[in-house]
């Protein structure tokens, strides 16, 4: 690695990039393109119809974010040149067979990939499970089933999650996961088993002529109940897990990298600090405490949570491409995180955000400044339901009263307050396998990679090294701004 400079190592290579318009994907492309523009080809797979569809979303979603302000304003009218040589939206979806995409264009990129990078998925905790399991665990066999057709092929880079772990306690090693195993040691996942429950349940919906939002409901409740029969908290972590299985138990001789990332947030140094998109598993919290709608959460006061930039993550895919550029049949697995080496208290978050927005309050609608509470940490769902019941239930049962016998306005604070006590306890159901997290995930072979990096990156260009964060000032002057500002 130290003999092979990681921009020179990016030249001249053709890359297939799945998830395109996902929050991952669009820093990895914005950075190849700005720190090696003689890459040979980006192949972007684009959920779309046709080829116009897919250009038309890249251009929409990718290419007109403010994640390539940079990059517009270092090549101004030569950075349409540069999309048009190099960048090629592909419409497909790994749903599919092929991927959805047609002969012709499969037959071309299997004779130039060089390498592929699979970071489509479905991120959503309690995702529908028919989408979740055709995304997360058999669109990921769909990529690698494509994989074996590239004849140049160096490598598969699978973007999973370092929660594959499900809920462990302790240091949490940089293992691969094998086929049908399980969380909780009392039961055995079969794959194609659970894929025909999924199509069985579906069947009977429909005999039953269910609407769709019972049809939705129905696959949502179905993905956590197998989930947890197995071990996993959530229908996320339980199919990017099988998505994982699958591929080590179907690789054969290819050349597989698999990077689990924790939370990642928003980015750090570049293109520029605090882009984000969406919101993750604290950011809720942060969004909902800064707007003055939520001043509770659940989380262990001691326990860590596992925070890493995006473009940390962006460069760590980076630096594994470069790492492993020799074909092997190898599997190689990195925890890319934070909790061993720069550790962060859910504590922490809590004080760094009720600090900022006591200085930099949020401006509501109406343009007055919004004035935050004390943040109440619950240690458990027994804790929460006990905080409901002090300080939102009698006023609840007082509006309930009165609603019998007063105006429409009192009911509708009745049916906000009524929102507001359910959305408290379904995040806490959601977040709480993340807020009362016990492990610590070892980052040994990731350790070993940013050594191998450290002369090919004098610049700090591929900078992914947890320990050069501090996190009060990252989330006082980097994070919450950019939620402010992105996503609030």
């Keep these: 690695m130290e003999s092979c400079c990681i921009n020179q190592f990016l030249e001249g290579k053709t890359i297939f990039i799945t998830g395109a318009t996902g929050y991952l994907a669009k820093i990895l492309i914005e950075k190849i393109l700005r720190v090696q523009p003689n890459v040979k080809k980006l192949y972007l797979l684009i959920r779309a119809p046709d080829s116009n569809s897919a250009k038309e979303r890249f251009n929409n979603e990718v290419i007109k974010t403010d994640l390539f302000r940079v990059l517009r304003e270092k090549l101004g009218a030569n950075l349409h040149s540069l999309i048009q040589d190099k960048v090629f939206p592909v419409p497909g979806d790994i749903a599919c067979d092929n991927l959805g995409i047609n002969s012709d264009m499969q037959d071309e990129m299997c004779r130039e990939i060089d390498i592929i990078v699979n970071s489509a998925a479905t991120t959503r ?25 590239c004849s140049k092929l160096k490598m598969l880079l699978h973007v999973s999650t370092a929660y594959v772990c499900g809920e462990k306690e302790g240091l ?22 659970e894929q025909k429950l999924v199509e069985e349940t579906l069947k009977d919906l429909k005999a039953r002529n269910a609407a769709e939002k019972e049809v939705t409901l129905a696959m949502r409740v179905l993905g956590i ?30 050349h597989l990298i698999i990077l689990r990332p924790t939370i990642i947030s928003s980015t750090y140094k570049e293109p520029f600090p605090g882009w984000n998109e969406g919101l993750r598993t604290m950011d809720t919290f942060i969004v909902g405490y800064g707007k003055g709608k939520q001043n509770v959460a659940m989380g262990d006061r001691e326990s860590i949570l596992d925070v890493i930039p995006a473009d940390m993550v962006v460069n760590s895919v980076i630096a594994a491409m470069v790492a492993h550029r ?21 504590t922490d978050i809590m004080q760094f955000s009720a600090e900022y927005f006591k200085k930099n309050p949020w401006i509501n609608e ?20 006990k905080y409901i019941a002090i300080h939102y239930m009698p006023l609840l049962k007082i509006l309930k009263w009165a609603n019998l016998i007063l105006c429409q306005r009192l009911q509708t604070l009745h049916s906000n307050l009524e929102r507001r006590i359910n959305r408290v306890i379904r995040l ?26 450290t002369e090919s990156n004098a610049d700090d260009t591929f900078n992914f090294d947890p320990r050069t964060i501090q996190w009060e000032k990252y989330f006082k002057e980097i994070h919450i701004p950019g939620l402010v500002k992105y996503v609030f």
């Design 125 to 149: 905790f309690d995702e529908r499970y028919d989408t979740a399991i055709r995304i997360n665990a058999f669109g990921t066999l769909n990529v690698l089933k494509f994989s074996r057709q």
């Design 172 to 193: 949490i090693l940089e293992k691969p996961l094998h086929y049908g195993e399980t969380l909780n040691g009392g039961s055995q996942l079969d794959i194609e088993v």
């Design 225 to 254: 109940e197998r989930a947890k029969i197995h071990g996993w908290p959530n229908t996320y972590s339980f199919t990017k897990a099988m998505g994982e299985m699958l591929l080590g138990h179907l690789k054969e001789d290819l």
């Design 326 to 346: 020799n074909r092997s049949s190898h599997t190689a697995i990195y925890h890319i995180s934070s909790s061993r080496t720069n550790p962060l208290k859910n």
């Design 366 to 385: 109406r343009g007055t400044p919004v004035k935050v509470k004390k943040f109440h940490l619950l240690d458990g769902m027994a804790s929460l339901h």
């Design 428 to 453: 806490a159901e959601l977040y709480k396998p993340y807020t009362l997290f016990k492990g610590i995930f070892n980052d040994t072979n990731a350790e070993m990679l940013r050594m191998a990096t």
